[in-house]
Structures are given as structure tokens and as C-alpha cells.
């Protein structure tokens, strides 16, 4: 059997709930960028065969990429899988196949050689269209007359559509709702995506009298706007300060011209650089990909694609110079970097555009945001600290740059050039780092892990002037759900573990001599309670998991 994660499974448990139920045949399953969706696929379609033997799938999408993309990564999870590809892109027309890999441009048309399917995966799902009379439309009402019990899901990181609104909604609609959503935030707490860091930039692109149409920026008017060549200096030369250490970048760009500009100034700077869009001819682009990935070249730009369905685990840097009023190709874009990788401990996103300012922390997007920014009724969905300018969400009660409370009023000279650092994640998929707010910070006398009948115990010392010696108990389960797992991650990373968190408390507790542990505490008074921070030997300060829930020893 496929082992599948916790969410993973929920997914397909939501699935089979919902068509046991009936009357649902359409479902849509969202994933982030980076959450094993190829593994869903895969899982989906071989459990589907274990129940009926005789049941055909087909895996649908939009480009020849993700054809080939899909199909390999449904053999790497399941190598005996009864699969072929339909595709004329890659030369291959296996309509027999029982689990089908195709393209819609492909197979469109060609219902006769492909149907009757039971089960109709749609892979990248935002990308259809809104009019029932499409390719997508046709296709599955073709299918659907052939066998009326044929069942659809759909899966997407942004249940809604780059061009228009909800996937789940208005006339045409292929999909009835959403059975199961994972959050970003969730993800990356857990250790299963790659922690975002943001900066703003001083380069900032204006679009002002930039017009617009469909709800997002004219193209020709949004390029002319932004494609200026001191403003494209500005911007890469910042790129390459941000980026030196860093070794894989994405560069999103508002055209052609600006795409080859951004590259000409990023090797101006003496780094690798290549284009990649729509009209990259298959070879060159194939290689341009392959040598991104090994590392042969740093910087991609790229105009149109590389924002949906491009996998290369190791990007660590997104450049975002494309301003655009779509929340889905926002987060399409940033989800690049979500993917985990060897030696990559977290990304940096490069916002040029204003996209966190207009669209909120990434993790923070729903559907309604992202309709209301599309609308132009959605606002500024992030404000600016008093104390140092950074950009925090609009429901921070502290800035966690400088922890100074928005209601402050701001002393003067305090205007930051920059601001610092952006909430590409919201407050709760972070952890705080930098001085504390208040109250003395205490250096322990000793910490060490011990077991627990359910877990582990982080036990501290230390001594206060006024009240002595004193210790605490903090209890983890690193096998737990949820939150319990979570708390485990953070603590594992506030001691020095790094990012991969051990499954067992055993294993917590071998590992314990390595840790480069704990530095100091600090204790605050609540109303009923109280509070226990924790500063790691290099000084970063533990979040969320400290607040007391925990015991004293």
C-alpha cells in the first residue's frame, strides 16, 4: 500500500465519504504547492481499481509537462500500475490504458478512444475555464453521457480560477464543492513544506494608471509600466544582495522584453541567467529546466508558465515583479518555493509587486479575499508597523520585527527605508524571533529531556532574584496529531534540531546530547496564569509552544 501522510489520507477519506453519500459527483480536493498531490493522485486511482477491478481512470490536464510529470510520478509510487499516456505533445496515444495520463488538448475531442472512464481526475483544476462550452466542458459532458455515474475530482492549490472566480460556483460549473482543503500554514508548521521568509524591497514597481481588464492588469500597459531599465537594475541588483547565498531563484516577470531584461541584469551581475516562456521551444526548455535543477543555472526569469505545475524542490528564492490583482497566480507563484529539498532550510520571497500588501499573508488567502482583490474591493490586506515600517497582517496585535503594538504612536525618524520583513505567512504559521516584549529574561541553570508515559519532558532551571530556584515540565508528543505534533516540530527546531523533526519520543531522546538546547526563560504574570518563553542557545526565541498549557516540575 501507498503510505500516505495524515492530510493525504483525510483527502481521499473525504472523497469516499462524499460519493457514498451520492448526489455529488464533481469534488474538489485542495492542496498547497509541495503537500504530495502526485501521491493523492496516485493512491486515488489505485484504490479505485482495488474497489472495482474493472474501473477506468483517466488523469487529465492542461500541457504535455504535467502528462509526463503525472504518469512518472504515478509509476514511482505505484511501478505496477496499469497506466499509459494519451498525448500528442509526447507522441504517445495508449487510449486503452486502463489508468489514462492525458492531455484535454488531446483528448478533447477524442471521446471514442478514450471513454467510458468511472473516474476523471482533473489535475491543476484552477485552470478551467469558466464557460461549460470548453475543451474541459465537452470533454467530461462527453464522458459523463457515457457513463452517468462517472465520478470528478479535481485537484488545485487555489480552489479558484487565475481569470474569474470560484471553481465550485455559477452556471457551467464542473466541480459542486470542496471536500477537503489542507492550509499552508498547518503544512509548514508541521514540517511537511519549507518555511517562507519575506523582505520588501526598495525597489517597489508602480502601476499607477495601469488599466485593467477582466479584472486584472492590461499586459502591454502593465510591462510598459514596470519594464524600465533603472528600476530593473535597482531590483536585480537587490535580488543578487538578498540571493548571493542562496542557490536556486525564480524570477517572475510582466513580458518578454522584461523577462530578457531582468536576465541581461542578473548576468550583468555574474550570474547564470535563462528565459523561459510560452513560445521556449520543448528541447530548450526541457534543458533549461534540467540545468536549473542541478544547479548548472541560478536565476530563471519567466513570462506566463513556470507558475502552475513547475516542480523543482530546491528553488529557495522567488522574485515576485509582476504586480497582478490575482490572488491565485500570487499564490501560484510563491508556492514554487514551498517544496522541501535537501539542504534548503527555508525561502525568501522578493516582493517587488506589493503582492503581500494587496493579497495578505499567503497562508491567510481564501476564496472571499481573493474575489474582493479581484474586484478592487479587497483593500490593503496588510498595514504597516509604527515602530519599525515593516508590513504585518491587518489582525497582528504585535509586530514580531521590533514587538512593538500597532496602537503605538510612531516616534519620529523610525521610518524604515525598507521595510523589514513582510508576513508572506500569517502570524500563526511564524515563529517570533528578536528581543522580547517585556519582562527579564532568566539564563538556566541546566534543561535536559526525560521521558514521559506519553511522550517526553523538556525540564528546566533557573534562578529568579526574587523568588529562587525555580523549574518547569514541558510536555511533548512528538507522535501526536495536530497541534501536539506540531509543538514537538517548534521545540525540536528552537533546540537546535533542524528541520526534520523526529516521529518518536525515543527518538526525540537519543538525539537529546546533540542539541545545542536552550540559553534563558522568561516568565510573564497573566491574569490567571503564567506565561513561559524560551530563547535558544543562539538566541532565537521559541514560539507559540511555550504559552502554558504545561505544568510546573
Known amino acids: ?176 464543492r470542496i471536500a477537503y482543503e489542507a492550509g499552508t500554514g498547518d503544512l509548514i508548521r508541521r514540517g511537511y513544506l519549507a518555511p517562507l521568509m519575506s523582505k520588501a524591497t526598495l525597489t517597489q514597481l508602480d502601476v499607477t494608471g495601469v488599466g485593467r481588464r477582466g479584472g486584472d492588469y492590461i499586459p502591454s500597459e502593465l510591462e510598459a509600466a514596470v519594464n524600465r531599465d533603472w528600476i530593473t537594475r535597482a531590483a536585480v541588483a537587490e535580488m543578487v544582495e538578498y540571493g548571493r547565498d542562496r542557490r536556486s531563484w525564480l524570477a517572475f516577470c510582466a513580458g518578454l522584453a522584461h523577462a530578457a531584461a531582468v536576465r541581461d541584469a542578473v548576468r550583468a551581475e555574474g550570474f547564470s541567467c535563462e528565459t523561459i516562456e510560452g513560445g521556449t521551444p520543448k528541447r530548450e526548455r526541457d534543458r533549461l529546466v534540467a540545468a536549473f535543477r542541478e544547479g548548472r543555472i541560478r536565476c530563471l526569469t519567466s513570462v506566463g508558465v513556470l507558475g502552475t505545475g513547475f516542480n523543482a524542490p530546491g528553488v529557495d528564492l522567488v522574485a515576485l515583479l509582476r504586480p497582478t490583482r490575482s490572488t491565485g497566480l500570487y499564490v501560484q507563484q510563491v508556492g514554487r518555493a514551498l517544496r522541501c529539498a535537501p539542504g534548503k ?41 509604527p515602530g519599525c515600517g515593516a508590513l504585518i497582517a491587518l489582525n497582528a496585535s504585535t509586530c514580531e520585527a521590533c514587538w512593538t503594538e500597532p496602537e503605538t504612536e510612531r516616534e519620529p525618524g523610525h521610518d524604515a527605508a525598507a521595510e523589514d520583513e513582510l508576513p508572506i505567512l500569517s502570524e500563526a504559521a511564524r515563529r517570533p524571533e528578536g528581543p522580547a516584549p517585556d519582562g527579564a529574561w532568566h539564563p538556566l541553570t541546566a534543561w535536559h529531556l526525560e521521558a514521559a508515559p506519553d511522550g517526553l519532558d523538556v525540564v528546566l532551571a533557573w534562578t529568579e532574584p526574587a523568588a529562587g530556584e525555580q523549574s ?82
Open 1 to 176: 500500500m501507498l503510505r500516505l501522510r495524515d492530510y493525504q489520507r483525510a483527502s481521499l477519506d473525504a472523497l469516499d465519504a462524499a460519493w457514498g453519500r451520492g448526489g455529488e459527483t464533481g469534488l474538489l480536493v485542495v492542496l498547497p504547492t509541495g503537500a504530495g498531490k502526485a501521491l493523492v493522485i496516485a493512491a486515488l486511482a489505485r484504490e479505485t481499481l482495488a474497489q472495482n477491478p474493472l474501473a477506468r481512470v483517466a488523469i487529465v490536464t492542461h500541457s504535455r509537462e504535467l502528462v509526463a510529470q503525472n504518469h512518472a510520478e504515478l509509476l514511482r509510487h505505484w511501478p505496477e500500475a496499469p497506466a499509459g499516456i494519451f498525448s500528442a505533445g509526447l507522441g504517445r496515444r495508449e487510449a486503452g490504458a486502463q489508468v489514462l495520463t492525458c492531455s484535454i488538448q488531446s483528448v478533447a475531442d477524442r471521446l471514442d478512444a478514450v471513454g467510458p472512464r468511472d473516474l476523471v481526475i482533473v489535475d491543476e483544476a484552477h485552470l478551467i475555464p469558466r464557460a461549460a462550452e470548453t475543451r474541459y466542458g465537452r470533454f467530461l459532458a462527453g464522458l459523463s453521457a457515457l457513463t452517468p455515474a462517472m465520478r470528478v475530482a479535481g485537484f488545485t492549490a487555489t480552489p479558484y480560477r487565475l481569470d474569474s472566480g470560484r471553481l465550485d460556483e455559477g452556471e457551467g460549473r464542473l466541480f459542486t
Open 345 to 385: 532550510d527555508d525561502a525568501l520571497i522578493l516582493d517587488y509587486a506589493g503582492l503581500v500588501r494587496m493579497h495578505g499573508p499567503v497562508d491567510a488567502v481564501t476564496i472571499r479575499t481573493a474575489i474582493a482583490v479581484r474586484a478592487g474591493a479587497g483593500g490593503v490586506r496588510a498595514k504597516p508597523c
Open 472 to 553: 518547569w515540565r514541558v510536555r511533548l508528543r512528538p507522535e501526536g496529531r495536530g497541534y501536539e505534533r506540531e509543538k514537538a516540530v517548534l521545540w525540536w527546531r528552537g533546540l537546535g534540531g533542524g528541520r526534520d523533526a523526529p516521529m518518536d519520543a525515543m527518538e526525540f531522546l537519543r538525539a537529546a546530547d546533540d542539541l545545542p538546547g536552550l540559553g534563558a526563560v522568561r516568565v510573564t504574570a497573566k491574569a490567571l496564569s503564567r506565561e513561559l518563553a524560551c530563547r535558544a542557545a543562539d538566541g532565537r526565541i521559541l514560539g507559540d509552544v511555550h504559552r502554558l498549557a504545561d505544568r510546573a516540575a
